[in-house]
């Protein structure tokens, strides 16, 4: 079990940028899928990026191009780089993990059970 802790949400207009952050306590940190979700008012959670164990990395079409995951496992962190920020994109957004080989998908860090409390991402027009 690794317990997660996110960072770095704000308020930003729209074309901005923010960096997330999540803190891993927990060992081996490095044999987990990782990934982050992220859920609006009255939406279903969206998977949006993930990257497994080896580096391999996923993302869900609306963020594609626009977001960037990255870990690094000395620091027990992963880092989810947001530019060109939409009103859209406007949602709570959760760190999540899961002791996995492979990620296929983004849309499979929603039912990751390893999760933080979030951080609010608000994009003002």
């Known amino acids: 079990q690794v317990q997660l802790v996110e960072s770095g949400g704000g308020s930003v207009q729209s074309g901005g940028s923010l960096r997330l952050s999540c803190v891993a306590s927990g060992d081996n940190f490095g044999r987990y899928c990782v990934g982050w979700f992220r859920q609006s008012a009255g939406q279903e959670r969206e998977g949006i990026a993930g990257?497994?164990?080896?580096?391999?990395?996923v993302y869900a079409d609306s963020v594609k191009g626009r977001f960037s995951i990255s870990r690094d496992n000395a620091k027990n962190t992963v880092y989810l780089q947001m530019n060109n920020l939409k009103p859209e994109d406007t949602a709570m957004y959760y760190c999540?993990?899961?002791?996995?080989?492979?990620?296929?998908?983004?849309?499979?860090?929603?039912?990751?059970?390893?999760r933080g409390r979030g951080t609010q991402v608000t994009v003002s027009s």
């Open positions: 999540a993990a899961h002791q996995c080989e492979s990620l296929v998908v983004a849309s499979a860090v929603v039912w990751y059970t390893n």
């Open positions: 990257i497994d164990k080896d580096g391999d990395i």
